[in-house]
């Protein structure tokens, strides 16, 4: 018996238990190294833009608060619209997928929404700019003529349907994958036992719905939201191709003057910044970094306090 | 104890990586001379950057020179001209591409790649005539004054059909659309270009001083040559600015010069530059130009970019010199601006400036 109950102390010792539990250690520790350096690096390279010379910008503008402002508005504008866009389609694909579709139907519709994912966002951009954009442009001077009267839909029209609304649009194409497939897994993890409870009571499906699945589904819709606005955020191809910039703060949705995303600011200016200039778009990098975070936290923050009242527990 | 287990391999694993790959960096550098086939003695590695804006006609260029010289690597980083001309005063490249001529502080410094107490110079390699493209309905021709063109593109003048279009196009049926203008959303040299020609000729509308970015917030922001072009293209009533060579099948407006309007051609465009005097005050062999963009002249067309190399008088290193002369000359040589002309559109150079051009390089050493 002594012999066996020493193997077994032995068996615990392997090497590959040890090396395994220092390889996660590794890995978990390596990822807030990354952050660490990033935030860092970023931090130490954008202090020069904070003390810039006035003559280090263009135009009206003098410090580097007047410069990243309107393009965290922009960051922030773009994204939110391209979220409201994309959130109530997601959730009726998920629940098309996950409650609707017959079985065969629905795994082929979920691989292709998978696939819109795999599309490079500079794909998305040249869309945006040959086909989405010359599209929406004559519905966008309708818009202009009949509802111009209310600030977003404000003339004057862009001739070549360049707008933020347009990002928005192709930026809601481009996180349409992520919240769906949270959503549909979220949905399909709906206790059976609540939708029969619904549906025994005689609730329709859509009763049953509202009542069953959404209730227990909210904090991961909220989430995959969250992830969504997250991509939307830090998206720069799309948005530098297919947006017209302007270096101001514009509410106006169908104009040629458009606050730019931080990241497309980015892409945009980099190639040709020397000097000063490297560090004030570094610097405007180190504010997407904070954006980032915040709404990160703010995410955090909801989901933890929704977490009591959905069907969840 | 695991982590020298794992670790070794790994250590073997980079250090072998490392040593294979600074192999391959250093191989340009083996001069091997003489017993090749083409009768070309040069060897080595030349680095360049600079304006973008130069970058296709450096491909030609890089392509062309290393066919004839197969022992030379050239290198062109295509960083902007700032960062072009401070990496070369630096010394970290051998010549800088660059859209405006040295400022006077840099050439009251020192040039690390040159040798003592030399300077560097400018030197015109590279003509690109900018073309104004429109797209309107039913407008196939569109003749445009430079104060129209300002009011346009500063905003003033927002309809196809504005008076002041009209007077100078009395045989166009205009529309009534809005005008978009597009301009370069990116830092660039053509919107500089066209800034300065706009700042000079039309100096009571165009106000602002000329700049890589674009100075008036109004009109459409397109990334990249490219990106003007498609917003043109695909938009409605559009007009825009991009180097001629990539308007494609765009309609290119006439830009009033003295009482004529005059079409963009390549052979306008370098006879403009030729007809410009040199910047005063500059030492004699600096060939920087005082575009002359308020000429009368109809055979000059006066909405262009020029781009130079900078390149030392005397290098450091004298066997680096004679290898950068060499790729220089090529570039400013018929040959060379051919290429050019096949890959990117410029505007050869001709006449004076071109003998001009060739006989400061023959002082570089």
């Known amino acids: 018996m002594t012999t066996v109950a ?41 202090l020069p833009a904070f003390v810039a010379d006035p003559s280090a910008f263009d135009g009206d503008i003098t410090n580097f608060w007047s410069y990243v402002g309107p393009l965290v508005f922009g960051t922030v504008y773009s994204a939110i619209l391209a979220l409201i866009m994309a959130v109530p389609v997601a959730i009726g694909i998920a629940l098309f997928i996950s409650h609707f579709a ?104 859509w009763e049953m719905i509202r009542m069953a699945v959404l209730p227990f589904g909210l904090p991961g819709i909220i989430s995959a939201s969250m ?45 040709e910044a020397h000097g000063v200039g490297v560090n004030i778009l570094l610097a405007t990098g180190l504010m997407l970094f904070v954006v980032t975070l915040l709404v990160n936290m703010l995410a955090r923050i909801v989901i933890n306090s929704r977490k009591a009242f959905s069907g969840a527990n | ?107 009251a410094g020192t040039f690390a790649s040159c040798a003592p107490g030399s300077k560097a110079v400018d030197l015109p390699v590279y003509i690109s005539p900018i073309a104004v493209i429109f797209n309107v309905e039913g407008v196939d021709e569109l003749n445009i004054d430079a104060d129209t063109l300002a009011k346009i593109f500063a905003g003033t003048i927002t309809s196809w059909d504005d008076a002041a ?41 165009w106000t602002e001083k ?43 407006a006439k830009l009033m010069v003295g009482s004529d309007f005059v079409a963009y051609t390549p052979e306008a465009a370098a006879e403009v530059v030729a007809g410009s005097p040199l910047v005063a005050d500059r030492a004699a062999d600096d060939l920087a130009l005082e575009l002359n963009r308020k000429t009368t002249n109809p055979a000059e067309y006066p909405l262009v970019l020029v781009s130079y190399a900078i390149v030392c008088n005397e290098y450091a290193d004298a066997a680096q010199g004679a290898l950068v002369k060499a790729y220089i000359e090529y570039i400013a040589s018929a040959a060379g601006q051919t290429v050019a002309e096949e890959a990117a559109g410029v505007a050869p150079l001709t006449g004076e400036l071109e003998a001009n051009v060739a006989a400061v390089l023959a002082t570089v050493k």
Request: glycine share 10%; hydrophobic share 45%; net charge negative.
């Open chain 1, 6 to 46: 020493a193997t077994t102390i032995k068996a615990r010792q392997r090497p590959g238990d040890r090396i395994f539990s220092s390889a996660t250690v590794i890995a978990g520790s390596l990822i807030l190294a990354v952050l660490a350096a990033v935030a860092i690096f970023l931090l130490v390279e954008s």
């Open chain 2, 165 to 205: 279009i009209a007077a100078l196009n009395p045989d166009a049926t205009l529309p009534a659309t809005a005008i978009t203008a597009v301009h370069r959303s990116d830092d660039s040299g053509t919107t500089k270009n066209f800034s300065d020609y706009l700042g000079q000729t039309a100096p009571d509308v």
């Open chain 1, 227 to 271: 992830l969504g606005l997250g991509r939307a955020l830090g998206e720069t191809m799309a948005v530098a191709m297919v947006l017209s910039p302007s270096p101001n703060v514009f509410f106006q949705l169908l104009t040629s003057q458009n606050s730019n995303t931080i990241a497309a600011n980015i892409a945009l200016n980099f190639p």
């Open chain 1, 102 to 205: 017959p079985r065969k139907l629905a795994q082929g519709l979920g691989y292709l929404i998978d696939l819109l994912a795999a599309v490079p966002s500079v794909v998305f951009g040249l869309w945006g700019i040959t086909v989405l954009a010359p599209l929406l442009q004559p519905f966008y001077t309708t818009l202009v003529d009949w509802f111009g009267w209310f600030l977003p839909f404000a003339g004057p029209v862009s001739g070549t349907g360049r707008t933020i609304l347009t990002v928005s649009v192709v930026l809601a194409v481009m996180i349409l994958p992520i919240i769906t497939a949270i959503c549909r897994e979220i949905f399909l993890q709906t206790p059976l036992l609540h939708e029969e409870a619904a549906l025994a009571l005689g609730a329709t499906r």
């Open chain 2, 210 to 252: 000329a700049s890589d970015t674009f100075p008036f917030s109004t009109g459409d922001g397109a990334q990249g040559t490219s990106g003007v072009v498609s917003a043109v293209t695909n938009g409605v009533g559009t007009i825009g600015y991009a180097d001629a060579s990539q308007a494609g099948s765009l309609s290119t």
């Open chain 2, 1 to 107: 104890m695991n982590f020298k287990r794992f670790g070794r391999p790994a250590v073997i694993a980079i250090a072998a990586g490392l040593a294979l790959s600074s192999c391959a960096a250093n191989e340009g550098d083996v001069a091997i001379t003489g017993n090749d086939a083409s009768a070309s003695t040069l060897s080595g590695t030349i680095n360049g950057a600079g304006a973008s804006s130069m970058g296709a006609a450096q491909e030609a260029w890089r392509a062309g020179f290393q066919t004839a010289n197969p022992e030379v690597t050239v290198n062109y980083d295509p960083t902007g001209s700032g960062a072009g001309r401070e990496a070369f005063i630096a010394g970290g490249t051998d010549f800088a591409g660059s859209d405006s001529f040295m400022s006077d502080e840099e050439l």
